[in-house]
């Protein structure tokens, strides 16, 4: 089975195409990340979130943070739920852990910026 997609690894945006029969085998990609990205978005997708979580004595009300690095698709809601039982105290410096091996993933929260 055939599956049309559009790498979002660099700015070119290649349509790529997967067989899923053939071993996800990628055609379309203009460089060797699509044909990684494709078979990888069919295998085990994963994402990097940022979002932001609640700070105390700082000049805004929610600090932006960011996954340390990528984690399982299927588990963004979770972490995102994680996240909005957060709220750190001022001063933060950007990547200091806010959340460490969310979900036992292995990959910690980290600020984005300092506040």
Known sequence: MMK????????????????????????????????????????????????TVKIKNAIHNRLPVKTSSEIPKNMIFDVMRELNKIEVVSPIK?????????????VNIVASRDM
């Open 4 to 51: 049309d997609m559009v790498c979002i690894v660099c700015p070119v945006g290649c349509r790529i195409s997967v067989d899923e029969d053939s071993d996800y085998e990628v055609t379309g990609n203009k460089c060797p990340k699509g044909a990684s990205y494709g078979k990888k978005e069919l295998t085990f997708p994963t994402r990097t979130i940022t979002s």
């Open 94 to 106: 950007v990547g200091d852990v806010i959340l460490e091996n969310v979900l036992n993933t292995g």
